[in-house]
């Protein structure tokens, strides 16, 4: 159990694979390209660390028609939920500059993957109207 929690722990030590998994949280299953815009980082550089946290058993992929989206391991132990919970809050509350960005690019705009219809891979993201 020990080396469990210490790979788990040693997964999530990484600000951008942190930041992954808490817009997971928030979003639930996300395309690469959705979560790339969301933390403003170059694609492949979030599919390297979705492959490391898919690796440690934190996060899954599927398919969605034509889009391959990550997600949350269903099959975490609650108390990794619980972790996972407690960092996203504890971010949020003393305004982490970085993650505030995040939440704030979760809140104004649709991603591609969201959008009804044909595959939108190669779209902008566009602002919701108010």
């Given at each position: 159990m020990l080396e469990y929690a210490c790979?788990?722990?040693?997964?999530l030590s990484d600000p951008i694979r942190l930041r992954c998994i808490i817009m997971m949280?928030?979003?639930g299953a996300m395309?690469?390209?959705d979560l790339a815009f969301l933390l403003q980082v170059p694609q492949p550089k979030v599919s390297k660390h979705l492959a490391i946290l898919k690796n440690?058993?934190?996060?899954?992929?599927?398919r969605d028609a034509s889009w391959v989206k990550?997600?949350?391991?269903p099959e975490l132990?609650?108390?990794v939920h619980a972790v996972i919970e407690q960092a996203m809050n504890g971010l949020a509350e003393v305004n982490d500059p970085v993650v505030g960005k995040d939440f704030e690019r979760h809140m104004l705009y649709r991603l591609p993957s969201q959008?009804?219809?044909?595959?939108?891979?190669?779209?902008?993201?566009?602002?919701?109207s108010s």
């Amino acid at each position: 159990m020990l080396e469990y929690a210490c790979s788990l722990f040693q997964a999530l030590s990484d600000p951008i694979r942190l930041r992954c998994i808490i817009m997971m949280r928030l979003n639930g299953a996300m395309a690469v390209n959705d979560l790339a815009f969301l933390l403003q980082v170059p694609q492949p550089k979030v599919s390297k660390h979705l492959a490391i946290l898919k690796n440690a058993g934190l996060a899954c992929r599927q398919r969605d028609a034509s889009w391959v989206k990550y997600s949350i391991a269903p099959e975490l132990p609650a108390w990794v939920h619980a972790v996972i919970e407690q960092a996203m809050n504890g971010l949020a509350e003393v305004n982490d500059p970085v993650v505030g960005k995040d939440f704030e690019r979760h809140m104004l705009y649709r991603l591609p993957s969201q959008k009804d219809g044909e595959n939108h891979k190669n779209d902008k993201q566009e602002k919701i109207s108010s």
